[in-house]
């Protein structure tokens, strides 16, 4: 067995995928009436039938869970994230962890968390 997808809901499939697409890079696989396959394995539900099927509400901005993605170039991925035609909600800007990956924090169009981070290799210090 192998994990296949991770899915999220989205209120506005098109400002999703163009969100996904504008800063992530990813591509549109598959479309399939309210549930869209990302590259990388993203799906993205449309939220008003995730909660008909589910018979339960979303609840936005939860932190339940977290999308990851790694960038070696953070900074000009973070410069990209400021200049989004849309705010995006921050839960940090910028922050170092103690082991030195450095990350940023903040959530979708929808209230899914994402982080994004420097690959784990690039954060540790090679001074002695």
């Given at each position: 067995?192998?994990?296949?997808?991770?899915?999220?809901?989205?209120?506005?499939?098109?400002?999703?995928?163009?969100?996904?697409q504008q800063l992530f890079?990813?591509?549109?696989v598959s479309d399939n009436?309210?549930?869209?396959?990302?590259?990388?394995?993203?799906?993205?539900?449309?939220?008003?039938?995730?909660?008909?099927?589910?018979?339960?509400?979303?609840?936005?901005?939860?932190?339940?869970?977290?999308?990851?993605?790694?960038?070696?170039?953070?900074?000009?991925?973070?410069?990209?994230?400021?200049?989004?035609?849309?705010?995006?909600?921050?839960?940090?800007?910028?922050?170092?962890?103690?082991?030195?990956?450095?990350?940023?924090?903040?959530?979708?169009?929808?209230?899914?968390?994402?982080?994004?981070?420097?690959?784990?290799?690039?954060?540790?210090?090679?001074?002695?």
């Amino acid at each position: 067995m192998r994990l296949k997808n991770i899915l999220i809901t989205v209120r506005d499939m098109q400002k999703s995928i163009a969100f996904y697409q504008q800063l992530f890079g990813l591509t549109v696989v598959s479309d399939n009436d309210g549930n869209v396959i990302l590259s990388e394995g993203l799906v993205l539900q449309d939220r008003a039938v995730w909660e008909q099927f589910l018979g339960k509400r979303v609840v936005p901005q939860s932190n339940a869970s977290e999308l990851y993605f790694e960038e070696s170039n953070l900074e000009a991925f973070a410069n990209k994230l400021e200049r989004y035609e849309e705010p995006v909600t921050y839960v940090n800007r910028w922050m170092e962890h103690s082991w030195g990956q450095k990350v940023i924090r903040f959530y979708d169009p929808d209230g899914n968390l994402i982080e994004v981070g420097t690959p784990m290799d690039m954060g540790r210090s090679t001074e002695a």
